[in-house]
């Protein structure tokens, strides 16, 4: 021990000694890094000590500084420029410019299994880099896509924090199956959409077309849109980004009546003797502003802290984000956590193993007031005592329909979630010989949510029960392998690119639920219920394998050729059809590459071609099988009902697209791409209902088919490329078109308000035609067409008039566009997107646009340019109004369809990066604050909230999207 001691002393001495030594050698060297051809300075340029692995990261302006010591070797790199090294000497300040890499310089794209240049790209591929992601304050990362991408088509369908929005790529090609697209992450499918901060991606890739998104067989007629992560580098970089803002809920064109203008609206009924006895004047001295107790200006909370760096050996990311978000209706919050660790470890020159860990936390608390009571309630109900407690609507004057105060219940009732989701992967590369590796992806995921409902026995909606607790908890467990060999070889002119892979990937879920009444006012444990009410519990899994190859061949960078095949068993189809093949074969020409090719203004110029066939599978997970229901007894023993009829001979919907693409660069400023497609799905999957006698409800089975066709253009043109100033501009447009080609026997299904028909598409309105307001007597007029002549005619009677269709959903045409502005540290970027030719059914109006058929329900104020009849002779858009209503003129028609053309400002940002001098002297390498707005105004015709909420929301008790204001920072070390 004492030697120890004696060895210790003498190693810490020795330390001592030699650190000044140590110290006086290092220095901070400085330097600004720029482009060789352009002499534009270069952000995010890596700076590198070899012998120790330490170093930074160039800034905005290209600068940066570092502690070396003489003699340490430096390496310079960035993305598509020739490395380059220094030596530390006497000199202490560098002006270093970097040669492009005009072979690194071609942009690498992330495609299905891989990557590949674009000029090799054969099939429908865009991409979205994470620069481009962060202009919107959201937590879910669809919302990111909105209005970016050409041929996809992204409805936020409710404002509430957290939603998930409608995605729709290329049409929808599916009636009753699955319509969203394949999530892939890192190589890895998910389940469903996945839970990531916009810090830790890297890029987004859309496989638009069945060439790219052949590889993912049967799961990829939808589309796919592949997520690649970030990845550490070398050098060290540490980068804390913060929002903080507000959110306010936009009420768009929509306006309440207020006291008195429903008073006046009382006094147009045509049938006053009906009028309530308590309608009085005395009812104007109330005036409850329902939206204005029940909304609010909501706060709006981002922070994320990254850490970026390694050696030449080993790579680290790691990233942890907090998301906050109070509803800007009130009473609901949104919490989620997120954190990343990605790792890239070379342990030999041969094998690279790549661990990757990823978590996400949500809650959400919901105490949220009622949409559907804000849009409804009476301003001449006051919700509140003389002391300001909710009051009890039976137990006062209550003039409201429903006589309930949701007020009174939400003081003690509440559900809360609590998500956790868990990744964890374990990939490896080996490198077997020249060009060809051994690349292993392996997932397990893990997913968990509880959820409880209290219902207070102090509450109405408790009384009947002594109060009521739910409890619910569900698991989910994926896992994922890919093996693959991979091969890439340049040989002359010929350049080889091919794997082969077996994948497998399996499902497990469980669930369990119970209920209890009878209980304590406050307690949320299920044993401290008197009585037991309900029980549930479910549990299903699926499994998917598959054998997988591609083949890529390019010569002398002209012409490209590809080939894509997959094989997909799927455990969801019996033994006839277990197994589908889905193949896609695709070509490219680079004109601007061939000899003869001399246009002066045309920098590159490329066409490209492919077919192929890609499948979708049902969404129930047995409809094989002859199924029975146990969840019933009899006579106190458990019994067995059938349910639903299994069909061995069920396959896949099987989509066969053809795409044909134009891409140019021209005048060295504007990029231009244009595609041509056509999506045909056949083999439709649907639940075909049987009648009663047969035992069963019905059966899955083949029905039909329907056409996709459309055209999609996107630009980007750089107007001002400068060293202290930035212009450019960019806007895609996209119109499909869709058509139900066939559907078993020419049988019509009607679902809701809508009809699947052969020649209509597949989104078309079905309901009576209105037609206006009959001036002689203010009542309503419907269309009625002969079945045989087809001669058209009015009736005032709802049930005579004919069901027919009357518009579809689906819009003629949409997309976005934006700008981006820089100068000097200044900068500005506007991003807009619209829709055209969708028409909306506008539900709620059938209660508070009603002409007095709910007369104790508040009502809408008339647009502009509607008008209500009060005397013979009227031109108006609006029926007298009746209390009870007029001839069922609220009921549903074509009267309440509106059109949900829009053009939004979905963001406008504008910031400032903090000059090198003040960034350095804060020991930082580069700074930058920021204003942003998101959702700042809309330009609609929609007489409601919101009209792309409508489309596919809750039209009863829209929820639309709100405004948000938020201020943030980036700051890098």
């Not at 270093?96 to 495609?111: G, M, Y």
């Not at 599916?174 to 998910?190: E, F, K, R, T």
């Not at 990254?306 to 009130?330: D, I, M, P, Q, W």
Request: charged share 20%.
């Amino acid at each position: 021990m004492l030697l120890l001691k004696k060895s210790m002393s003498l190693l810490l001495l020795t330390a001592l000694l030699c650190f000044p030594a140590f110290a006086q050698d290092k220095q901070i060297i400085r330097g600004q890094i720029s482009d060789a051809t352009t002499n534009e300075p270069i952000p995010g340029v890596n700076i590198l000590i070899e012998k120790t692995g330490q170093g930074t990261v160039t800034n905005f302006e290209g600068k940066f500084a570092l502690n070396a010591a003489k003699g340490d070797l430096i390496t310079i790199s960035s993305i598509g420029y020739v490395q380059k090294k220094i030596t530390v000497g006497e000199q202490t300040s560098f002006n270093i410019s970097l040669e492009q890499d005009t072979e690194a310089l071609d942009e690498v794209v992330v495609v299905g299994y891989g990557e590949q240049k674009r000029e090799n790209i054969t099939g429908s591929v865009a991409q979205v880099t994470s620069e481009k992601l962060t202009d919107v304050t959201t937590p879910t990362v669809a919302n990111m896509l909105q209005g970016k991408i050409a041929g996809v088509n992204i409805s936020q369908s409710s404002g509430s924090p957290g939603a998930s929005p409608v995605i729709r790529i290329r049409g929808r090609s599916s009636i009753n199956s699955g319509q969203d697209p394949l999530w892939v992450v890192d190589g890895v499918i998910m389940h469903g959409t996945p839970y990531i901060a916009p810090q830790e991606i890297e890029s987004i890739s859309v496989l638009k077309d069945a060439a790219s998104a052949a590889l993912y067989g049967s799961r990829a007629a939808n589309g796919v849109v592949v997520v690649t992560t970030k990845s550490g580098n070398g050098g060290k970089q540490i980068n804390f980004t913060a929002r903080y803002g507000v959110s306010q809920l936009n009420r768009g064109n929509f306006e309440l009546m207020n006291s008195s203008q429903l008073y006046d609206y009382y006094q147009s009924f045509q049938n006053p003797d009906k009028i309530p006895s308590w309608y009085n004047e005395e009812l104007k001295n109330t005036d409850t502003d329902w939206f204005d107790i029940g909304t609010q200006q909501g706060v709006v909370q981002d922070y994320a802290l990254t850490f970026n760096g390694g050696s030449e050996k080993v790579r680290t990311y790691l990233t942890a984000n907090y998301y906050n978000e109070e509803g800007s209706v009130k009473g609901y919050v949104y919490d989620r956590f997120n954190g990343r660790f990605n790792l890239d470890y070379d342990v030999t020159d041969w094998l690279t193993i790549k661990p990757k860990i990823a978590t996400s936390y949500i809650n959400t608390d919901s105490r949220q007031h009622s949409l559907y009571a804000l849009y409804r309630n009476m301003p001449w109900d006051n919700p509140y005592d003389e002391e300001g407690n909710p009051v009890n609507a039976q137990e006062v004057q209550w003039y409201g329909r429903d006589n309930s105060n949701y007020l009174y219940d939400l003081q003690w009732n509440y559900g809360e979630n609590e998500i956790v989701n868990l990744i964890g992967n374990f990939d490896f590369e080996m490198e077997l010989t020249d060009g060809l590796k051994f690349i292993s992806t392996n997932n397990l995921s893990y997913y968990t949510s509880v959820y409880t409902s209290y219902t207070d026995p102090r509450s109405i909606s408790g009384q009947g029960d002594q109060g009521r607790l739910y409890n619910s908890r569900s698991d989910r467990v994926t896992r994922f392998t890919n093996q693959m060999l991979s091969y890439k070889k340049s040989i002359g002119d010929h350049f080889i690119n091919a794997l082969v892979a077996y994948e497998y990937n399996d499902y497990k879920y469980r669930d369990m639920s119970a209920t209890g009444k009878g209980m304590v006012p406050g307690t949320t444990v299920l044993n401290t219920t008197s009585q037991p009410v309900s029980i549930g519990g479910t549990a299903n899994d699926y499994a998917f394998q598959s054998y997988l190859f591609n083949a890529n061949y390019s010569y002398d960078n002209r012409y490209s050729l590809q080939f894509s095949f997959r094989r997909d068993g799927a455990s969801r189809f019996g033994d006839n059809n277990k197994y589908g093949n889905f193949y896609a074969i695709s070509g490219a020409w680079n004109i601007h590459n061939e000899e003869f090719f001399n246009v002066k203004h045309i920098n590159s110029l490329r066409l490209k071609a492919s077919y192929g066939g890609i499948g979708n599978t049902p969404s129930s997970l047995y409809p094989q099988y002859e199924l029975y229901s146990l969840s019933d007894q009899y006579n106190g023993s458990p019994s067995a009902f059938p349910s639903s009829l299994g069909n061995d001979d069920l396959t896949w919907e099987r989509t066969f697209e053809t795409n044909f693409g134009l891409e140019a660069y021209v005048f060295d400023i504007l990029n231009i791409n244009f595609e041509v497609y056509d999506k045909n799905t056949s083999e439709l999957l649907s639940y075909v209902p049987l009648p009663a006698v047969s035992g069963f409800s019905g059966y899955y089975d083949n029905i039909g088919a329907v056409r996709n066709k459309g055209i999609e253009l996107s630009t980007t043109v750089d107007i001002l490329k400068r060293a202290d100033i930035e212009w450019s501009l960019n806007a895609n447009w996209t119109r499909n078109r869709n058509e139900i080609t066939s559907l078993y026997n020419g049988d019509e299904q009607l679902g809701g308000n809508k009809i699947i028909k052969e020649g209509s598409n597949i989104d078309t309105w079905y309901m009576r035609k209105w037609l206006g307001v009959n001036p002689d007597n203010g009542a309503p007029l419907w269309e009625v067409v002969d079945e045989e002549t087809g001669e058209v005619s009015t009736t005032e009677n709802y049930a005579q008039a004919t069901l027919q269709d009357v518009g579809v959903s689906t819009p003629d045409f949409y997309g976005g566009f934006g700008t981006y502005f820089s100068y000097k540290g200044f900068y500005t970027s506007l991003n807009f997107n619209y829709s055209v030719g969708a028409m909306a059914y506008n539900a709620a109006r059938e209660t508070f646009d009603s002409d007095g058929a709910y007369s104790t329900y508040n009502q809408m104020v008339l647009a502009d340019g509607w008008s209500r009849w009060e005397k013979p002779g009227d031109v108006a858009t609006h029926p007298a109004a009746y209390i009870g209503g007029n001839k069922n003129a609220h009921k549903t028609s074509s009267r309440y369809l509106e059109e949900a053309d829009f053009l939004r400002l979905r963001n406008i940002t504008l910031g400032y990066n903090l000059p090198a001098t003040l960034v350095n002297k804060a020991f930082m390498s580069s700074a930058n604050v920021y204003l942003s707005i998101d959702n700042v105004f809309t330009s609609t015709p929609f007489s409601g909230v919101d009209p792309e909420a409508a489309i596919y929301g809750d039209g009863s008790s829209l929820y639309p999207l709100p405004r948000k204001v938020m201020i943030g920072a980036n700051i890098s070390f």
